[in-house]
């Protein structure tokens, strides 16, 4: 059993891996540059090292940070998600380097990581993929004859891309032109790469995603799906386990699908496949070969604790389910609350938090590294807390959605709060009734007043009339 585990992120997701370390009697170790000095993986951890004055230069260290899990006695090293998690040289550098990487052997991780890749080799395996080019992109002329064989609208995408960018949908020739070299600069000065493809575009999908867990014994088996339809420019908002609007036969077909696409790479750990529903037709879009931001309501669903099963099966332990024994039970969702004023077009709010008070009560979750006074760096993503709620029925958990979002306190800095409540207000989500232009398609969910907030005028009146009273 691994014995000592450098966590090689920070925020939320590093605090989730110090506290799976905990329960399991493995010590933990994190590392920060200096602007992340009073962080709260920089707390909770066992030990802590700090990686220079760069705010970002030491999470993306590979070397350096393999030398330090020798130097601090480690035996593995644990890549969150972003940063170094889908990078293929630094788990290769762990393997030189005799230190276990949490994740999927490094051949794998550029199997699946590079999305042309992934989708030669399920086409190979035939799981069925969004139609689009068979390999990258070579230029413009390309492209546009491609478009007019595949019909428009197409994507065109970044083959490193991820957490949304390098997207962006042509609905003519024009706009491919005009779009076309936006992609490619995106994604040179966002993953370092000048790669793109072209997918056609799926038209109102909605995003069914499907976790999967390996271990190095043979066995793959998955955890139910995701939806993440609610999204604003393809990155995720809200997420939901299982989706409301799958039938048993598409949840069964899917999820097959997912251990198929596993299976054809011999995957390893925890890792999520990503699909597009749309009517009937289920198409892979890609995987990522990581811990994925939404593990939580999977976790909720079916009592598994993903984090858990990575670290045991990093150790070369079996599974401790087979298919058999994973069922799940009501709904959860996830809200990702960052630090953005929907007001002014999810401008991030970056600042000091003057006041959190964590919502709590049956059925709540918050995972999260925020706490009052702390100082939310400019220099990382503006997501800093995720609320889970979970309850048997759609209704309930909706229900719970509102009172946990109304519990919370969060002061010092805009967040997206308050417009999730509206999305749970809108008919159409309360009836299960959405999908990826959701957000796009009600820019009127925008209109609401924070100040409108019953529980806050509430609270303004109450303190009103205790310093009336002289309490
Ligand atoms: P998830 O797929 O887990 O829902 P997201 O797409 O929201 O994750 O991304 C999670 C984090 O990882 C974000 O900070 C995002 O910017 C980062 N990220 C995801 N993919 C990449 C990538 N290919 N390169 C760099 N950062 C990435
Ligand atoms: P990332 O690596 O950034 O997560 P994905 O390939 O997973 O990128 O796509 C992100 C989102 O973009 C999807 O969830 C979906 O909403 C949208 N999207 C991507 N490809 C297509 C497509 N071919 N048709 C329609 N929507 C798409
Ligand atoms: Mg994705």
Known sequence: ????????????????????CAEMGIRSVAIYTEPDRYALHV?????????GEDALAGYLDPLRIVNLAQETGCDA??????????????????????VTFIG????????????????????????????????????????????EEIGYPIMIKATSGGGGRGIRRCDSAQELK?????????????????????????????HIEVQ?????????????????SIQRRNQKLIEIAPSPQLTPEQRQYIGGLAVKAAEAVGY???????FLLSGNEVYFMEMNTRVQVEHTITEQITGVDIVREQLRIASGLKLSYRQDDISYRGYALQFRINAEDPKNDFLPSFGRISHYYAPGGPGVRVD???????????????????????????????????????????????????????????PDFQKADFNTSFVPNHPELLNYSEKSHPSEVALAVAAAIAAHAGW
């Open 77 to 98: 090293i644990h890549p969150g998600y972003g940063f170094l998690s889908e990078n293929a040289e630094f788990a290769r550098l762990c393997e030189k380097h005799g």
């Open 43 to 51: 707390k909770r951890a066992d030990e802590a090292y700090s990686l």
């Open 212 to 228: 999967i867990l390996a271990d190095s014994h043979g066995n793959t088996v998955h955890l139910y799906e995701r939806d993440c």
């Open 1 to 20: 059993m691994i014995k000592k585990v450098l966590i090689a992120n920070r925020g939320e997701i590093a605090v989730r891996i110090v506290r799976a």
């Open 368 to 426: 999260t590294a925020i706490y009052t006074g702390y100082e939310i760096p400019p220099y990382y993503d503006s997501m800093c807390l995720k609320l889970v709620v979970w309850a048997l029925t759609w209704e309930e958990v909706i229900a719970r959605g509102q009172r946990a979002l109304n519990d919370m306190r969060l002061h010092g800095i805009k967040t997206t709060a308050t417009y999730y409540q509206q999305i749970l207000q809108h």
């Open 178 to 206: 005009q779009q076309y070299p936006r992609v490619i600069s995106e994604a040179t000065k966002a993953f370092g790469s000048a790669e793109v493809f072209m997918e056609k575009c799926i038209v109102d999908p909605c």
């Open 104 to 147: 999927p052997e490094s051949d794998v991780i550029n199997k699946m990581g590079d999305k042309t890749q992934a989708r030669d080799s399920m086409r190979a395996a035939g799981v069925p993929i969004t139609p689009g080019s068979e390999g990258n992109l070579a230029d413009i002329d390309e492209a546009l004859t491609l478009a």
């Open 268 to 274: 390893e750990n925890a890792g999520t496949v990503e």
